[in-house]
């Protein structure tokens, strides 16, 4: 299985960016499909963004116009543009990957469709 790391997080203020990058330990990067998603405390895992092996790309409404995710196959890393942070984006960062090669089926923002994850990056936005 593909084995992601994240980075990037940390402290921003309100208003301000961060790009996050996620890793991946495979040299067939471009064949699968990979997502964004976040857990703030005491809530549910959240999809945030994802693009799939074609370079589509889906985001939850709530971050639609500021957040970009993309990709860089050539070194295997995905990344996450957060614009405009809001406190209410405050939470740990997860990558995760579909491991089955050229996947289309269920939508991007299915959780159930990820099997890899990395270890998470915290991202705090203050007010």
């Known amino acids: 299985q593909v084995q992601l790391v994240e980075s990037g997080g940390g402290l921003v203020q309100a208003g301000g960016s961060l790009r996050l990058s996620c890793a991946a330990s495979?040299?067939?990067?471009?064949?699968?499909?990979l997502a964004w998603f976040r857990q703030a405390p005491g809530k549910e895992r959240e999809f945030v963004a994802g693009?799939?092996?074609?370079?589509?790309?889906a985001y939850a409404e709530s971050v639609q116009g500021r957040f970009s995710a993309s990709r860089d196959n050539a070194e295997s890393t995905m990344y996450l543009q957060m614009n405009s942070l809001e406190p209410e984006d405050t939470a740990v960062y997860y990558c995760?990957?579909?491991?089955?090669?050229?996947?289309?089926?269920?939508?991007?923002?299915?959780?159930?469709?990820?099997?890899?994850w990395g270890q998470g990056t915290q991202v705090t936005v203050s007010s």
């Open positions: 495979t040299r067939t990067f471009g064949v699968y499909t």
């Open positions: 693009i799939s092996w074609s370079g589509r790309t």
């Open positions: 995760a990957v579909n491991n089955a090669p050229y996947y289309t089926g269920r939508a991007i923002s299915d959780i159930s469709l990820y099997e890899s």
